[in-house]
């Protein structure tokens, strides 16, 4: 009985075109029954590659031109990307330019769009919460970016979450505004987030639908009108999803979806002029965009990203685990992983490294826990190790070998994870540091060691560094923590026994700290920080004042 009263009350409260789209999600085992799809992870080849087109002014389009992508695993061409030339920008300049500087919502305009974003993000969630669109786009991940099943899913996993966050009122509850009582009666001041109007989203290879799904999805809440560029390599992911999200309701004339090289997307924001640019990726093509397009952009760039372990030794072999997983998960290819380990004397004294040792040599090819480096090749990174070799009293610790029996492309890096000790006191030379400070976006982390009078050095080290995105303080002693957090950066921080640089999920901020132009992602701070800006209106309507007069000229 209380399951039909239940029943009765759900079908009251929800709206009848709510229950016929939910009741339409009857999916078979097939994935070609999956009505947004237009691939099969599985089925992708050089016999029956996949294709991936533009979306423009409410319509997918193709190109003239194809960019071929091959497989990172066999090196068989296997996508085919619609890319854009300089000549065909044009129709996207003209979509971004008709956005006005408003936004197609705001507090004033349209507020029924931030109701209609929590219910697309509602059904968004509910199609990643089911097995099968979860497996579909875990599976497609895995093709494009070779990472471990686990690894992939996480993605989908994080993504599924951050849209149920955002579902129902919360899309609304990100615009709040604030009033304040003003000098006299009539007067009060408002602050409101205000849209940016037109925008752009450029993001990287690494996680090719937790990071443009998540900074997209904001830009949209907001009320802008965003174009979206992901790295050519993966953006079948995206395009993939960006069917799931019609298919959700979103209106298909909100988001304009293109595949180009960089030099064609950077002419295009130059005459599109966007009111505000989202990049993540190098830091080098970060500057060049904050240069040209006058600082109007916020960036989540390069992490050259540090772990300290304090001086109390506990749990050695979680220690080592996580100290495996930061440096090599998704065979290290992300900003957040583990660069360089700062150990205190005390953990030399244990079987640590050893243990480290152990769990890197487990990983294999065969199931993905390690994989293609598709940023470097395997002679860059060699020839890297082999330079800090060079450096007096440094010493391979594992790795520094290609990976064997594979077709990975040579276009394409395959190296055993990797460590390199090197000596602090070698580490801080000013002929050394920048080499060992430059980041390796692989399977790849250097290790030190310090004494108990060393932190200051430590702490020097940290200082020098450019980049601070992530980092890890592995110490439950409260002081050691005070002085380790009390002189650093790093935008996102873990400490205690558990800490870790990597696997941020959806429910706290995860970007850099110390930089103007730093984006977050993931929760209503980095959303209202990244993609909305403050407008403040003062309202004064009187009454006037009895025998109000005149004054005199001030």
Known sequence: MNRILASRELRTRVPKTALSWFSSLNLSRSAHSLPFA???????????????????????????????????????????????????????????????????????????????????????????SLPKVADFFTRLIQRVAPKSYQQAYAEVYVTQKFLENFSGDQVRFLARSFGVPGNHLGQQSNGYRWPYGPVAVITPFNFPLEIPVLQLMGALYMGNKPILKVDSKVSL?????????????????????????????????????????????????????AADLKGRVKLEDAGFDWKILGPDVHEEDYVAWVCDQDAYACSGQKCSAQ????????????????????????????????????????????????????????????????LENHSIPPVYGAIKPTAIYVPLEEMLKENNYELVTREIFGPFQVVT????????????????????????????????????????VNGTTYAGLRARTTGAPQNHWFGPAGDPLGAGIGTPEAIKLVWSCHREIIYDVGPMPKQWELPPST
């Not at 960006?242 to 309701?249: D, E, K, N, T």
């Not at 988001?255 to 989202?278: Q, Y």
């Open 38 to 128: 237009t691939v099969e992870a599985e089925e992708i080849s050089g016999s029956l590659p996949a294709e991936v087109h533009n979306l423009v002014k409410g319509k997918w389009t193709k190109s003239s031109t194809w960019n071929t992508i091959v497989d990172p695993l066999n090196g068989e061409p296997f996508i085919k990307v619609a890319e854009i030339d300089e000549t065909g920008i044009q129709p996207f300049v003209e979509s971004l330019s008709k956005c006005p500087k408003h936004g197609l919502h705001n507090p004033f305009k349209s507020p029924e769009r931030y109701l209609l974003y929590g219910d697309i993000s509602a059904k968004a969630a509910t199609m990643l």
């Open 449 to 488: 060691e310090y004494k108990k009078d060393q932190l200051p050095l430590v702490l020097d080290a940290l200082e020098r560094m450019h980049a601070h995105l992530t980092a890890a303080v592995v110490s439950n002693d409260p002081h050691f923590q005070q002085e380790v957090l009390g002189n650093t």
């Open 237 to 289: 992911v995206m395009d993939q999803m960006m069917r799931l999200l019609h298919y959700c309701g979103l209106p298909i004339e909100d988001v304009d979806f293109i595949n180009s090289d960089g030099k064609t997307m950077n002419k295009l924001l130059l005459e599109a002029n966007p009111r505000m640019t989202l990049f993540t990726g190098s830091s080098r093509v970060a500057e060049k965009l």
């Open 339 to 402: 660069s360089i380990l700062f150990m205190h004397e005390n953990w030399s004294k244990t079987s640590l490294l050893s243990k480290m040792k152990d769990l890197a040599e487990r990983r294999k090819l065969e199931d993905l826990t390690i994989g293609p480096v598709l940023t470097l090749t395997t002679e860059t990174m060699l020839d890297h190790a082999n330079k800090l070799l060079q450096i007096p009293g440094s010493k391979l610790l594992f790795g520094g070998e290609p």
